[in-house]
């Protein structure tokens, strides 16, 4: 008999459809990336602002449909 999920593996598929969730990790991407000096490591903390940006797009979607 097939255990059920553990409580941590539900709030991680939770989250993947919480748009809210990375909406957050999108502003603290942001926040991190304008406290950097470095302007590579900047435009690759904006990129990953943008990839969860993408995410809770496609979270909504996925709610929502």
Known sequence: ???PPS???VATLFKR???QHWRDRAGEARANAAKLDDPDAKRLMFEIAI???HLAIK???A???
Do not use: K, N, P
Request: hydrophobic letters at 35%; zero cysteines.
């Open 1 to 3: 008999m097939a255990r």
């Open 7 to 9: 409580q941590r593996v």
């Open 17 to 19: 459809f919480d748009a």
């Open 51 to 53: 990839t969860y940006d």
């Open 59 to 61: 979270a909504e979607e």
């Open 63 to 65: 709610r929502s449909g």
